[in-house]
């Protein structure tokens, strides 16, 4: 039988509150930091421009593709994927890596290098502070009933199976905080800058592999210059683009529409 808690206010003074506002200055602190610490980047190659909207207008030719007639989409889609002079084909040969083309360039690997200590570096010092102070604190409670399977989550540094799984202990507020941050940096920062540490450690492990997108693109998230998402599409990524689109069944999602369409105006006319 989970056993009920009740919870000294100077917890609540001498531990929650103090570790959620040291969380938020650390993550403002954190923003500020990196930008003194980002390098002036040098102005944008028009090629890599020109590849990175080729492969924004196809990728949405691809989201689109059912909203349009099957004629219109073969010929844009010819207009991209043509072997011959399409805008996505890439000769054989000619594609890089753009893991390759990224250490190739001094700047970017040192940009990287900066990002992920501005992150590894506080976070550290942070866990460390939390866990030799805080440690084997039951710092909240959640006001409605979970599961077991949150027990791990919300009660890291307690082994009590007889406690409420509603109990939050403070080293678990810690890795709430820090994954949960998100909605109020992007108040404080702006949308553009919010950025949770979840992302960033997907980025540190994959070089910026970003799934949905079906290619690599190292993307300088804190960069107010939209261009600096583009240092890395390249011929690589041309080519998987290339490919997606050659992939995509065309289904017309608007059968007969102008025919209804034409016939609603007729009866709207008629009827006035």
Known sequence: MAEDLVLDTAI???VLIPLSVVMVLIGVLRYFVSKLMRSSSPSPDPKIIKEGQVVVRARNLRAAANFIPAKSFRA???YFSNEENGLLFVPKGQAQNPQAQMFSDPNMAMDMMKKNLSMIIPQTLTFAWVNFFFSGFVAAKIPFPLTQR???MLQNGIDLSTVDVSYVSSRSWYFLN????RGLFSLILGEENAMDDTQKMMQMGGFGFDPSKSQFTWRVVEDDDWVSSLKVVGDWSLGAEKDSLDIVQHD???PKFEQRAEAV???LVSDH
């Open 76 to 78: 844009r889609k010819a």
């Open 265 to 267: 105006l007729r009866k």
């Open 12 to 14: 609540r003074d001498w």
């Open 252 to 254: 017309w999602a608007l």
């Open 150 to 152: 949150f027990r791990s």
């Open 178 to 181: 820090l994954f949960g941050l």
